[in-house]
C-alpha cells in the first residue's frame, strides 16, 4: 500500500477566496469636465486591468481568511469572487457547468474528481508548478503524467479524546484495537458515552472501519498494490476484508455505536463531545475551532485507529482540497497568478494560519504541531497517513459512498458484513464495466 506521509498542518483544505471590488466613482458632470482627460483614461485604465476570477469550493470561506487577505494585498489587480457551495451537491453544479464549458474559473476538486475531470478535457495542465511540490501531494492529481490540479494542505482523521475526563477514570489512549473495546467499556461503566458519532452521514463508519482495514490488511507487504488493483476491478473487498469489518463490527456488537446514532448528524456529534456528554469523537483537525467556540477550555488530544497488534496506528488522510483551472477559462492569467501565489512559501503560511493540523506538500515548508495531536506524533513520524479510496480512479467517490450506505445498513441490522461488501464489489463492478 502506498503510503502518504504528511508533516502537519491542516485538513482541513484550501480554498474560499474574495477579493474587494473597485471602489465606484461617483462624480457629477461638473467635476468631471474639470477632471484633466489624462486622469479620466488613467482610472478607466486601472478599472479594465481589474480582472475578475471566480472559484468554487465546497469549505466556507472562514477557513481561508489569511490566504484571502494576502491574495488581496499581492494581488490587487484581480477581484477574486468567492462561491460556496456546499458537498452535497458540489459535484453536481460543477460538473454540469464545465459540461457547458463554463463554470469557475479555479475549481476545487478531490483526487478522483480531478482524474475524471482531466480525462474529459476540463482541466488545465498545472505542470509548470509540478516542482514545487512533493511527491506524496502531486501523485494524486496528476493524470498520464501531466499535473491537473496543485496539492492543498493535508487533511487526517484520527479519534479526539477528552483529556479531562480520560483523568478523572484514570484512563489512557489505547494502543491496540483490544484496548480501544475495553476503553469504550471503561468510559460506560464511568458513567460517560465513550463517543459520538454523526452516524446520519455514511463517512464516519466508512472511515472508522477502514481505519482498521489499514493496520490489518492494506498494510501488509503482499496487499501493497490492492488498491489500485480493486479501484481496476482485478480485486474485490469480499474476500479480503471480511476478517478486519468483522473484528471492527464489535463496536457495533457490543453497543458502542448504536442504532440511534444513525439520526444524529456532524454538528450534533460535535456538539455531544464539545459539550463533555461523550469522551471521544473521530474527526479532524477542521472541526478544532468549532470544538472551542462551544467549550474554550476543552482539553483534547487524538489518537490514531489501531488495528490487532501494537503499533503507531493510522490516520485516514492525505493531500486534501486540490485547486484546478477551468481549461475553458477566460481568465487564465490571472488564475496562474492566484495558484502561482497559492504555490509559495508565504501563500502556504497563510492557509495554514486558518488550517492548523495539517501539512504542507510544498517542498520546504514545515509547521510545528499543534498540542492537540501530540499523541499522533508518531504516526505521522511513520508516514502512516492514507485514504485508500485515493487510489481507487475515477469511480472512487461513488464507491465510498456506497459501501458507507451498505455500513448503515449493518448499523441497522438490515445486513451483515458479507453482504456489505459484496454490496460494494456489485457497485464497483457496474462502475468498472461503464
Not at 27 to 55: G, H, I
Not at 371 to 399: H, L, M, R
Amino acid at each position: 500500500m502506498k503510503k502518504i506521509s504528511t508533516m502537519l498542518v491542516s485538513v482541513g483544505l484550501v480554498a474560499s477566496m474574495a477579493l474587494t471590488g473597485c471602489a465606484s466613482q461617483n462624480a457629477s458632470d461638473t467635476k468631471a469636465s474639470a477632471t484633466p482627460q489624462s486622469d479620466t483614461k488613467t482610472t478607466t485604465s486601472a478599472k479594465q486591468e481589474k480582472v475578475k476570477v471566480r472559484m468554487a469550493y465546497w469549505n466556507k470561506e472562514d477557513s481561508v481568511k489569511s490566504l484571502l487577505d494576502l491574495i488581496k494585498q499581492k494581488l490587487p489587480n484581480i477581484e477574486l469572487e468567492y462561491q460556496f457551495i456546499d458537498n452535497k451537491q458540489f459535484d453536481n453544479i460543477v460538473a454540469t457547468q464545465l459540461a457547458a464549458q463554463s463554470g469557475p474559473d479555479i475549481i476545487s476538486v478531490s483526487p478522483p474528481t480531478s482524474a475524471k475531470y482531466a480525462k474529459l478535457g476540463y482541466l488545465a495542465d498545472l505542470t509548470s508548478l509540478a516542482d514545487r511540490y512533493n511527491d506524496a501531494g502531486k501523485n494524486v492529481y496528476t493524470t498520464d503524467g501531466k499535473l491537473y490540479a496543485l496539492p492543498g494542505i493535508s487533511w487526517f482523521e484520527g479519534i479526539f479524546y477528552n483529556k479531562e475526563i480520560f483523568d478523572k477514570l484514570g484512563l489512557k489512549p489505547p494502543t491496540t484495537f483490544d484496548e480501544e473495546l475495553k476503553l469504550h467499556e471503561a468510559l460506560k461503566k464511568g458513567g460517560v458515552k465513550p463517543q459520538a458519532m454523526g452516524a446520519k452521514s455514511w463517512e464516519p463508519m466508512m472511515k472508522s472501519s477502514m481505519g482498521l482495514v489499514m493496520n490489518d490488511f492494506l498494510s501488509k507487504p503482499e496487499n501493497k498494490t490492492f488498491d489500485v488493483a480493486y479501484g481496476l476491478g482485478k480485486k474485490t473487498l469480499e474476500g479480503s476484508w471480511n476478517s478486519s469489518l468483522e473484528k471492527w463490527s464489535e463496536l457495533i456488537k457490543q453497543g458502542y455505536i448504536t442504532q440511534d446514532m444513525l439520526g444524529v448528524d456532524y454538528d450534533q456529534a460535535l456538539d455531544e463531545f464539545a459539550t463533555g456528554k461523550a469522551a471521544m469523537w473521530e474527526s479532524g483537525p477542521w472541526a478544532m475551532e468549532a470544538i472551542k467556540k462551544k467549550n474554550p477550555n476543552i482539553k483534547v488530544d487524538m489518537f490514531p485507529f489501531y488495528g490487532s497488534t501494537a503499533g503507531p496506528g493510522w490516520l485516514i488522510g492525505g493531500p486534501g482540497v486540490g485547486f484546478a483551472a477551468n481549461s475553458k477559462s477566460k481568465n487564465t492569467d490571472a488564475v496562474k497568478q492566484v495558484l502561482d501565489l497559492i504555490s509559495t512559501p508565504e501563500g502556504q503560511k497563510a492557509f495554514w494560519e486558518d488550517n492548523k493540523g495539517g501539512s504542507s506538500y510544498l517542498k520546504g515548508v514545515e509547521f510545528e504541531m499543534p498540542s492537540e495531536y501530540e499523541s499522533v506524533k508518531a504516526t505521522f513520524k511513520a508516514g502512516n497517513v492514507y485514504a485508500p479510496w485515493n487510489n481507487w480512479g475515477d469511480n472512487a467517490q461513488s464507491i465510498i459512498e456506497d459501501y458507507g450506505k451498505h455500513l448503515q445498513e449493518l448499523l441497522g441490522s438490515k445486513s451483515d458484513v458479507s453482504q456489505s461488501l459484496k454490496a460494494t464489489d456489485k457497485k464497483t463492478a457496474e462502475l468498472v464495466k461503464k
